[in-house]
């Protein structure tokens, strides 16, 4: 609990209140002192803008959440930030009933399960909530749209093909995962599986598990620890998580493993782990800038309240500070999406330069 207090404290520069569900509070005015009660629009005329991530103590998520209040106080607008207790549907279901309660104008979730949140987020819309996703999505009916960090398959075909270069084109290699119902890591599994099943090429590499760190440093790194035991001959993990990879490229580098790492990772965490000799445990791997997701979930956020989108296909609205128009576009789920760019390589060449960004 005092990591996740501490861990509120840190990210947001204007925390103005504690309550259930982690919830804080953030006002383009430094001198509010609003209380979960007071945080509707109508009590001062600011209109409220809630993000709910998929758990604390993720410097991932704290990126996002700093992205996002960035742009909404920019805009004039009061963020609530409402962590739920663990990465769980169930914390999070709790977090937004807590927002319905308070009456805010928009949601932005991180969805911890693609459809277990269907009835608090319908509930939410039938309050008149503008509900949008960020960085992973719940199902077409539970949300107007969904700000996606990249497209699913350039995801997955980044990292199908890090694998196969990394293993040399053959044998075994072995996925740690977030948790197990995370709608953005299975869907980018799912995608490898397909790619590798459908390509000739990738016919030499044996997929030989799946592990589930649930975005836990300690869990991740049991999960990893339990690889090298059960698979003595595995050439590659890949980690589509950066909690996950942080905590396998530890475990990897420590004991001087010939089984080597890729996957998602923020540069910041993984700096001292990336390098292409024996030395090192992660050759290289991907990412996007998590502080940017933030700032278009916000932008989406701030379009969908003030009406310039409804979340349809084809709607268009302008991000001033990503220095672009984006376009809302169909989602292969039956929803829609707003994608916010190509996944981008971290290696040796760039990760010093990178590190100190996010
Ligand atoms: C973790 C979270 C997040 C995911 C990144 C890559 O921080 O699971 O949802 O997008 O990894």
Redesign the pocket.
Known sequence: MKKKVLSLLLCGAMVLSLAACGSSTSSSSSSDSSSDADTSSSSDGQKVYAIVP?SAG?P??EKEVEGFTEIIEANGGKVVVSYPEDATADAQITCINSLISQGVDSIAV?ANDENALQAVLEDAMAAGIKVSCL??SVNAASRETFAN?AGVTEVAQALCDAVYDIAGGEGQWAIVS?SSQ?T??NAWIDAMKEIMANDSKYASLELVDVQYGD?EPELSTTVTQALLTNYPDLKVICA????GIAAAAKVLQDAGSSCKLTG?GLPSEMAEYIGDDDAHSCPYMF?WNPIDLGKLSAYISLALVDGTITGAAGDTFSAPELDTDYEVTEASDGGTEVILGAPFKFDPSNIEEWKSVY
């Open positions: 998929k993720n991932y998520n991180a960085d992973s960090q977030a995370a953005n890591q975005d589509p998580t950066t909690v998602l990412l």
